[in-house]
DNA sequence: TTGTACGCGTTATCAA
DNA sequence: TTGATAACGCGTACAA
């Protein structure tokens, strides 16, 4: 493999001079310019950009570290960042935690021993000692996904709050009284757990007494979802609709309610939260909270460029969520049909529904 | 930032025993070594990799480069690769072509140049110069959902012909004759055409004459699959199934023939190909060609890395498909009523539908 | 078991 | 506009 003093030594001018021919052409006359661009190629010459970042103490590289890759929204911010990120020439190393913290500490400390130049995390553990780490070390990172909203960090996020808020009142307003949530386990990320916050206070503001058995914590897992649903459906009083964290886990409870024989949206409304690019394709299509998880990737990695060259203060960019109304949200049956009788004491086979 | 050089000076050491309590900690004295290890933390050391991979020219980094991560089999392999490099203390950068040889040309430059010890290609272009110069010059590869068989490259893959053939072979044993593909367009990657090819020839083999309007090549993504469908299906002798060259492309045509009227399998059996994680929670459960595609990734990635230290000869991997019989799939319903009149000509109003 | 000294390929500083 | 040369942080002979 050659290198720039091959190229020096062939084209009869100094290394400085072929590094200037690539780092700043302009600088150097056309025609030794030409001179060495044909020794370039004489040698085939291969630009070598690691020993560039040694002697620069920049990588151009970030590091991207995201909880499951399988999740459809993650997918979708990491081409967010992906797509910008290659626009810069920057490189982004990818890394998948499994949502272990664990497996999120050791990620971050290999990807600062290579050098990266800045990190994008969607973390697990916004309150744990790695970030806390990173802001004193001045390392440049923004936070995905994030749950918080001050403090020193910058941060791309949603009001998961009011998402789960706007959730839950939509199916309040079709005419649900018993809901149901399935979340992710809060002990996992606080994601959920800010939804799900949104999701208690909308029932109290609407003054439906808040049921702890309607809410079943879980793996963020399609299986998750699927057997969680049917947890809920096995209660004596199950609910006529189902609010999930997250989109994967409603695909989940879609599937587990439908084996449990319920039909949707007749039987039971779902609503999901992310949009994630399948959701208008599922059966029923999804109705989901949305937030835009392309342009939330974008925008981190554009924070984090930003900040990579001029440090500044931490930026807190909260996007916009939207409900999105399809098909697996309706009415309950009973609302339209209501005679005296109180569904929910009522003696329907299916309340009684054994799996 | 301290470097090896301050902590040898603070352990009153030289930085050659540094790098060894580092790299070979038996090899030093046990009090030595936590001398050093205490300069260490006294001065906040951390391991500059970077620096390391440019004196050891490995910078234990491999690229990945998919043409979508939004593809969920994408996804997966991209999981399998993550977790047995990770396994391996490899980092792995991640590229994403979106199906374009320019930037899959791009990407690899790059890579190169960022000095990654290998390359794992999902690649769209098998028969490109990039590939051919990545052998002349010797940098470890493995193409991945390969369809190249023989030849100097290593490789992972499943054979895509059988797949078509046995995912049609499917179909006309459920009695099905009138057999549509939806296929991802074939300039694009070959391993459509390649499924197609087994779809021609099962069809071949069964006496059912080829029909070339059954045939339609459109783009890797949801959207093309319901757009094809739809073409599909406002023929005039429409399709009463029909192979999708992947899973993705069968939830857009799903999705697509529903908002047509059909429900599914009745009118309209669907197979696709992957098996992606999401197939099985799919209304209907998608029938479809499995391949694993985590174990395809995971065993590319230990290809790459037994390459990269004992270069040798090129080895293909031909990983098992096998079919999944699920829900989207059933005897066409013609086939049960049939009387004297032949369904494909008769006035069934469905043969007729516009959109 | 430990230390010395050089090299890796590039950039950056200073001088010409 | 160009050249000479000293970094950059680590590995690794080779010597001690």
Redesign the pocket.
């Known amino acids: 493999?050659?290198?720039?003093?091959?190229?020096?030594r062939l084209?009869?001018?100094?290394?400085?001079?072929?590094?200037?021919?690539?780092?700043s052409p302009?600088?150097?006359?056309?025609?030794?310019?030409k001179k060495v661009l044909r020794a370039m190629k004489m040698c085939n010459?291969?630009?070598?950009?690691?020993?560039?970042g040694?002697?620069?103490?920049k990588s151009n590289t970030i590091g991207l570290i995201i909880p499951n890759i399988n999740n459809p929204v993650f997918a979708e911010s990491t081409l967010g960042v992906q797509e910008y990120a290659d626009e810069k020439q920057i490189k982004v190393i990818l890394g998948n935690t499994s949502y272990k913290v664990s497996q999120e500490e050791s990620l971050i400390k290999a990807l600062r021993e290579s050098q990266v130049d800045g990190l994008i995390i969607t973390t697990t553990n916004p309150k744990g000692e790695i970030i806390k780490t990173l802001i004193t070390e001045k390392i440049p990172f923004v936070l995905l996904f994030s749950t918080v909203k001050g403090g020193p960090v910058s941060v791309v996020g949603v009001d998961n709050y009011r998402g789960g808020y706007i959730a839950t009142e939509h199916l309040i307003s079709l005419g649900h009284n018993r809901i149901g949530m399935i979340a992710g386990s809060f002990s996992v990320t606080d994601r959920s757990y800010h939804r799900w916050h949104g999701y208690r206070q909308c029932l109290k503001d609407h003054g439906i007494p808040y049921n702890k058995n309607l809410l079943v914590q879980t793996g963020y897992s399609l299986s998750g979802g699927r057997d969680s649903i049917k947890q809920l459906l096995n209660q004596e009083l199950s609910p006529s609709a189902v609010f999930c964290s997250n989109d994967y886990i409603a695909l989940g409870a879609i599937k587990g309610a439908r084996e449990a024989g319920l039909s949707l949206p007749e039987d039971l409304s779902i609503v999901g939260f992310d949009d994630m690019p399948t959701a208008s394709y599922m059966v029923p299509a999804l109705t989901t909270i949305r937030q835009p998880a392309y342009d939330m990737g974008k925008r981190a990695c554009e924070l984090l460029l930003q900040k990579m060259e001029n440090p500044g203060k931490p930026e807190q960019h909260m996007m916009e969520t939207k409900l999105v109304v399809r098909e697996s949200t309706a009415a309950p049956q009973e609302v339209k049909t209501d005679k005296s009788e109180n569904y929910w004491t009522s003696s329907d086979p299916r309340t009684n529904y054994i799996l």
């Open positions: 493999m050659s290198t720039m003093r091959d190229v020096a084209a009869q001018v100094s290394t400085a001079t072929v590094s200037r021919v690539i780092n302009d600088s150097v006359r056309g025609k030794t310019r010459y291969k630009y070598n950009a690691l020993a560039r040694f002697a620069t103490k």
